[in-house]
């Protein structure tokens, strides 16, 4: 009894966690647009090394630094580590420069697809066999980027772009086999140096936001460490207390919170062309996801 209790306790904790940390995900567009007055690169800069900051501090008080040393001991992690730093930077840019450019949505659709990018790249890489129900939920996702193509003339490049980047992100980090904070650390200490020497030159020639745009803009960029590891954490705390699949619904969380922001409080173009590119991409995570659900209970049942 006390053991089933335990464990039920430890689900509604990880399921508290994790969902908080894709709303906290959902909810970045609204953080960002308050650096709007700072260049995407500089908040890039300040969000790396800021990060960097907080997740060293969070990985000495948790006692850390052994596993830190010991997970990078291999050439080949460290070379698979430094990939993944220059992903995620990529990554980090692009998403703070759509938000403050007005594209919102975009960022939304790119979420949205990241899901499908994962079994497409698993099937490419891995050789991972494709099921028929993946099958369709991919070419439902690809009529709906051809469809836009068509009709708008140009590609979804943000949404793609980072949809890519991210599951390309997610692939190393996987063969890497690093914990989730200490690859963090790792990943924004490998491009601190840089990013540092940039902000001091901005700093020299006077064009840095930092110290100039007054403590409210000081603290925002300060506090972009935090909002860039605190999710991280709540996402790796409850990963390892709840089913794949609770997981997976969850995670269309932080891009729906982020097309409503787009919609109805940033107020961006909503067209029919558009609903019917978003209209596949939902239609195709419906079929994934519902697959998904029922081959997990099939497993379970069996």
């Known amino acids: 009894m006390n053991v089933m209790k335990t464990e039920n306790n430890g689900e509604v904790a990880g399921m508290l966690a994790a969902g908080g940390a894709f709303v906290l995900w959902g909810l970045l567009p609204l953080y960002w647009k308050l650096l709007g007055s700072v260049p995407a690169m500089e908040i890039l800069c300040h969000r790396i090394v800021w990060s960097a900051v907080f997740v060293a501090l969070l990985v000495t ?157 000081d603290l925002f960029l300060a506090g972009a460490g935090v909002v860039t590891s605190l999710p991280l954490v709540g996402f790796a705390f409850g990963a390892r207390r709840i089913r794949l699949v609770t997981l997976g619904l969850l995670q269309y969380a932080a891009p729906s919170i982020a097309f409503m922001l787009g919609v109805f409080v940033f107020n961006e173009p909503f067209s029919a062309d558009r609903l019917i590119t978003f209209g596949c991409i939902w239609s195709a995570l419906v079929l994934y996801t519902g697959e998904g659900i029922i081959r997990a209970r099939q497993r379970q049942h069996s």
């Open 61 to 217: 008080c948790t006692g850390r630094w052994k596993e830190f040393r010991e997970a990078l001991g291999s050439r080949k992690t460290l070379l698979t580590m430094v990939c993944s730093s220059l992903l995620i930077g990529v990554n980090w840019g692009l998403y703070i420069w759509s938000v403050n450019s007005g594209h919102v949505l975009e960022t939304s659709l790119g979420y949205y697809i990241n899901p499908l990018v994962n079994v497409l790249l698993g099937f490419l890489i891995f050789r991972d066999t494709l099921r028929p129900v993946q099958l369709v939920a991919i070419g439902l996702a690809a009529a709906g980027v051809v469809y836009q193509l068509v009709q708008l003339g140009q590609l979804p490049w943000i949404a793609l772009s980072l949809a890519f980047s991210f599951s390309l992100y997610g692939l190393l980090r996987k063969i890497a086999l690093v914990e989730s904070i200490p690859g963090l650390l790792f990943e924004t200490l490998v491009l601190t140096p840089v990013v540092l020497a940039y902000l001091v030159y901005l700093h020299v020639e006077g064009t840095g936001a930092f110290g100039r745009q007054g403590a409210t803009i």
